[in-house]
């Protein structure tokens, strides 16, 4: 058995599998993949095993390798052993030209930081892929929820693809607090920020977003009027009928776009029912069919 301080650790391995160099990297893959398979105390014991026979050393030495492949086996053990006097030495690879290394960088970062687990945002001048978002996701999701930040924090970022990122996770993590600046970035000359903001507002039930939203229905293209016209089913209140009254007294404009104002103004209640039974007996074929399937509550 081993002591519980360590101390006589070594003494339970062969002296060569620790120090040729083939056994010793076999050694550490085994219990890394042992520590996969294990949480709390059990993960614990086998992160000291693994410092405790300088393992950690050899992890650290990979960030300094040529080779890319090695460089990120190397973040990927510092990541998953909680070696975090890597830190530094993990941050470096942040902008790094090679995607899969920044990916690997980002997740070690966020893992290995005690008090703020995505203080890369303000550094990070590269793209974000959907990959990437995804996997900073993922591990916020684990996350206990007072270590989620104010993704406000890093929405004047230069990096636009981190902006948006942010304002998805303002809508996820429901932050109410971010509404007003959500309603600013409503004006940002980026269509992917103004549509994820609508989206965001759409999450909050932001009922402040009601008014600016319809303002900006008119100068949208019709993937963005379909997001404002769902976000007006969820705040939209009284003061929206007249607008999608109009939206359906039009003509058809598009199949899709249509049902969705039909359904806008069903969430209204009665007043709102009542005006799409009025348009459904004064419609045509083409429109009468738009109602009645935006009224199957099948579909």
Known sequence: MLESNG?????????????????????????IHLHENFTGETAERLEEIYM????????IQKLNNRKWYVIAKGMREVALMNIRQALPDVQKFLNNKNEILRMESRIAIMKLSEQDPLSFLAKETAPLSG???????????????????DFSTWLNSPNKDVVLFCVQMIGTFRQQESVNI????????????RSASIKAL????????????????????LSMRTEILRTLEVVGSQHSIPFLEKILRQPLEDFALMIQAVRAL?????????????????????????I??????RL
């Open 202 to 221: 759409r999450s909050l039930n932001a009922a402040a977003a009601e008014k600016p939203i319809i303002d900006m229905y008119p100068k949208e293209n």
């Open 292 to 297: 009645n399937h935006a009224k199957d509550k």
């Open 7 to 31: 101390a006589n650790i070594t003494d339970a391995f062969d002296s060569e599998d620790l120090t040729d160099s083939l056994s010793r990297e076999t050694l550490m893959d085994e219990i």
């Open 131 to 149: 990959w990437d978002t995804a996997n900073i996701y993922a591990m916020l999701s684990k996350m206990p929820e007072k270590m989620i930040p």
């Open 266 to 290: 069903l969430a209204l209640g009665a007043n709102g029912n009542n005006i799409v039974e009025n348009i459904l007996r004064q419609a045509g074929p083409e429109l009468q069919l738009v």
């Open 52 to 59: 405790r026979l300088n393992f950690h050393f050899d992890s």
């Open 182 to 193: 959500l309603l600013n970035l409503l004006k940002s000359e980026d269509e992917r920020i």
